[in-house]
């Protein structure tokens, strides 16, 4: 019987499978068949399978579901996923999901350095000396003149520019040297900035240290400062030219280009820190996922709407100031009426003083009003007035609403509340910069802390805006993720723990 074993072997197993009842099967059969047979190599996906059914037995009272403010639970499997994030990068996508600590810090620095750039750009306007450097050579001017005749060649390069002949005609060569020396700092500081960012983004790009977002805004951030490179010497040219000034005038550049030129240096430096700020943010609710899931909730509830995008006006409106503190100082406008509250003998100069037709350019004086508000050094100054004063009173408006409102004081997360303090400081600090510089008739020091408090000013309300605004690439990673989870045990209908084996599944 043994030789016909392994003829019929397999004929003898399918007939006795097939009979409803069990059949007489020889035991040395059974015994050769069992020997005979090869166990099935393990399978990883059968393994991930069969863990995936043992966890579906669980109790539903165990299985986290979504809370009824779209967000996940507390009993969320986010502290699995926050470790899994870490650990593991998508196969799918040459970037990761979430950017490394090291990129915020880098991006901090960074716009650490673009605020003392803005800063010393101040200075370098204050002083007159943006214009000492009459030529735009990105690389072969970052060598500063060497000898005598170098030195010759540039100052007479500068003589014959606007400002030598009408400003300094009696200027010696020590005291060029000095401005020159200030715009010579101030580009290689503008070229340190571009050089600092540009190689570290290649590294972390290419090291696959940043998400593919992140990667993006990198690169725009990156574009952005070789833009404000070139505004900076458009800047400079519009006052090498007597063409580009009224005639017989203070030789002085564009106020439109100065203000563009400051402003973008504003969006690049808040686009630093917003996108550091992020990456610490998205790495603090995945470290601790439960308290962040209740903070974010809190956020999102409706009685803190009005909270949020009341930050986010306010953001706009220092901006805004900002903006217009550039045409003040592209216009000297802070060298006139330098009192306040009052602008003469009223709390405003006369109408015809603030709608001159001597800066409308058309016969219909079309123009009027528009030309008035940009290039009227009288109305800008108001109008700076009248928004530094606006930014003033909301600021305390919010802190106000933050402190009085029953359901604003309750809800608000505590940093946040912070926050609304650290604003209200640095604007109780502004106002004074602006009041005492303007008393004092513009002095270096209060211009350039001014210009300074300015960008601590934004910096802190964009700092409370992190804390109380969604953040909507987090948020919609965790909510993916957790509902990849979630979603199997919760279309599964509840089953015991204890299964037998080979009772479901593989």
């Known amino acids: 019987m043994n030789t016909l074993l392994p003829r019929h072997a397999r004929l003898l197993t399918t007939f006795a499978t097939r009979l409803s009842t069990p059949a007489f099967v020889c035991r040395q059969c059974e015994r050769k068949i069992s020997q005979s047979a090869k166990p099935l190599p393990r399978s990883h996906f059968l393994g991930a399978f069969r863990s995936a059914n043992k966890r579906r037995a669980l109790s539903t009272a165990e299985a986290s579901t979504l809370s009824q403010d779209g967000f996940l639970s507390s ?15 998508s196969s799918k996508s040459f970037f990761p999901e979430l950017s490394e600590r090291s990129v915020a810090y880098w991006l901090i620095g960074s716009a650490a350095s673009v605020f003392g750039l803005v800063v010393f750009g101040g200075l370098t306007r ?114 090498l030219k007597d063409d580009l000034f009224a005639p017989g005038s203070h030789p002085r550049v564009s106020q439109y280009r100065l203000t563009a030129h400051l402003g973008t240096a504003f969006i690049c430096y808040t686009a630093m820190v917003w996108n550091g700020l992020q990456i610490f943010r998205d790495h603090k609710i995945l470290i601790n996922p439960v308290q962040a899931e209740t903070l974010l909730a809190k956020l999102r509830l409706p009685e803190l709407k009005v909270f949020r995008r009341s930050v986010a006006a306010l953001a706009v409106l220092v901006f805004c100031t900002a903006l217009s503190g550039g045409l003040v100082a592209g216009l000297d406008a802070g060298l006139i009426y330098n009192q306040f509250p009052y602008m003469g003998e009223g709390l405003t100069p006369p109408k015809s003083e603030l709608f001159s037709d001597f800066y409308s350019h058309r016969e219909d004086k079309s123009d009027l009003w528009w030309r008035n508000m940009l290039e009227n050094p009288s109305l800008v100054q108001l109008d700076h ?51 005492t510089t303007l008393l004092y008739l513009v002095p270096l020091p209060l211009a350039s802390m001014h210009q300074a408090g300015a960008l601590a000013l934004l910096t802190t309300t964009m700092i409370l805006g992190s804390r109380v605004w969604l953040p909507r690439m987090a948020l919609r990673r965790m909510v993916e993720r957790g509902l990849k989870v979630q979603k199997v045990p919760m279309r599964i209908r509840p089953t015991t723990v204890g299964l037998k084996e080979g009772s479901g599944g593989i």
Do not use: C
């Open 126 to 239: 204050l002083t007159e000396s943006g214009l000492s450097i009459t030529e735009w050579r990105p690389v072969t001017g970052s060598r500063p003149p060497m000898n005598d005749t170098d030195w010759q060649s540039e100052f007479l390069k500068y003589k014959s520019s606007p400002e030598f002949k009408l400003l300094n005609p009696n200027m010696t060569l020590s005291e060029f040297k000095s401005i020159y020396y200030m715009e010579w700092i101030h580009r290689q500081w503008g070229r340190l900035v571009g050089i600092t960012f540009l190689v570290p983004a290649a590294y972390f790009i290419a090291r696959r240290k940043v998400s593919a977002p992140m990667a993006l805004k990198i690169g725009g951030i990156a574009g952005l400062i070789g833009f404000q490179g070139f505004l900076g010497w458009w800047m400079v040219k519009s006052g």
């Open 75 to 89: 009993s969320s499997p986010l502290s699995s996923l926050s470790r899994s994030i870490k650990s593991s990068s």
């Open 385 to 435: 007035r009248i928004l530094a004063t606006t930014t003033f009173t909301s600021i305390m408006a919010l802190w106000a609403y933050s402190r009085f409102s029953t359901n604003v004081r309750t809800l608000l997360p505590r940093v946040a509340h912070r926050g609304v303090h650290g604003v209200v400081g640095f604007a109780f600090l502004q106002v004074t910069l602006g009041i």
